[in-house]
């Protein structure tokens, strides 16, 4: 077999198995699946199957997702960087889907890097509501904003927070909380083998501490009646089955949902809870009963040697309580220091403007809102400017300044004071000496209808590759869209194939490419 296994991972997993472990070491030898899951806030899925450069086999327990040839490379075809579809391990999509995320829903993405499942979620809520993803690590929200601009969501905000100080901004306030757990990722071990390394290195109490904290500090910020979704891609029941127990024990207002049957997933493993040998003992486990630990069997579990994906884990909690009625996020938040119709903005102690998502090495950024409206206006007439000249309409939300950077949140902005904010929500642009320059996300946001100017280009005969790898194009002035009355000249939403790739600036036959940079195809 090529993939050597760890031998004390192997004798575990022997020893859980049983009969059933000569199936499951064969899975290794088979190849690594890859997907493709359909960004329905771009298009819908019947259309992109009309379009779509790739043969497409269903995922059972996704309906949006599909299982790719990894060979042909999905990343590199133009559609991925409009954001028609995010490339996603299959079974990785299957959290989201158990999570009943409806539009209007207020949901928490807490371990949410590289962005996969936010994306998904933010499908799911259909440009209403509310979507706060997080992760710990800075490093890792920096392809987490990415992937979230990539796929023009409008109402997400990111943050890069310890779980514990999100629970102090917002206790009882989700409807829905995902909770993809760090774990010691032995259901990647096929997909990569850097897991071994990394699982050869680390306890498995390093995790499970990490775990139980994060479970129960999202419980205090789930409301009465919502739901959490926990998921692993580990296979190894003190991270699962043992965590969910535990969870239980200690709140009896939580009951486990079972899963479909015909998704694909089979049962937890309650029986191996008890387990003496190679288990730690339920003794240990803080009072755990047998008539707790049997609840775990409602949890579900997708097996390599089951399916065609990777391991996974998961548990959907519900809480008994009476959901209450969804208030409108500005009635339920009220606003502090309103000023200016709305706009406030952070400021030094010298009265200058400061962006709370930037701190000084070991300190925390903390909001002091402005009480000049009149330079306000001045620093957002650049933006109403540019609306007027270039959008159809003026994007709902409310719209915001920190520092010199222009978005329209789906919060106040006071609620993120003192929070490490990486984006506060749609990031639209920049002011600079009281000019608005347009932002990349503000165009893969947009609609090809909410813009004044539009240019699509063509997939295929390259001409979309050009523009992803940052070239200048000679586009005669019939091929420009635009509204009559403003003319051809000035910002154009760039499309392919009737999909906003991002901006161009046309003059006289000649598309300055303002794609940026670090987004360039290589």
Known sequence: ????????????????????????????????????RVNTLKIDVESFRAISPFELKPIPWCETGFY??????????PYYHAGLYYIQEPSAMAPVEVLDVNPGDRVLDLCAAPGGKSTQIAAKLRGQGLLVTNDISAERTKALAKNIELSGVRNAIVLNET???????????FDRILIDAPCSGEGMFRKDEDMIRQWEKRSLEQYTN??????????????????????????APEENEAIIAEFLQQNEDYEVIPLPVEGGFAPGRADWLVQAEGLADLDKRQGLTVDTAAKTDRCGRLWPHRVDGEGHFLAVLQHQGQAEATLDIAEMIPCLDRVNSGHHEATDKKGKMKQPHRRSKGSRNVSKYSTAPTDISELLAGWDKFSD???????????????????????????????????????????KHGRFSPGHPLATGLKPEEAVRVLDLSVQDGEAVKYLKGETLEIPQPRVQFKEELGPKGYVLVMAGGFPLGWGKWMDGILKNEYPAGWRWT
Do not use: N
Request: charged residues 20%; contains cysteine; proline residues 8%.
């Open 1 to 36: 077999m090529g993939l050597q296994l760890p031998i004390a991972f192997a004798t575990r997993m022997q020893l859980l198995l049983g009969d059933e472990y000569e199936e499951f070491l064969a899975s290794y030898e088979k190849p690594r699946y890859a997907g493709i």
């Open 68 to 77: 790719v040839e990894e060979s042909l490379k999905p990343g590199k075809h």
């Open 163 to 173: 779980p514990e100080r999100i629970a102090g901004r917002f206790p009882q306030f």
């Open 389 to 431: 000249e270039h959008l159809q309409s003026k994007p709902a939300g409310e719209v915001m300044l920190f520092g010199s950077h222009v978005y329209i949140s789906p919060l106040p902005k006071d609620r993120l004071d003192g929070l490490k904010t990486i984006r506060p929500g749609w990031y639209i642009g920049a002011v």
């Open 210 to 235: 990490m775990q139980r904290d994060i479970l129960h500090t999202a419980a205090r910020m789930l409301s009465p009646g919502g739901r959490i979704v926990y998921s692993t891609c580990t296979f």
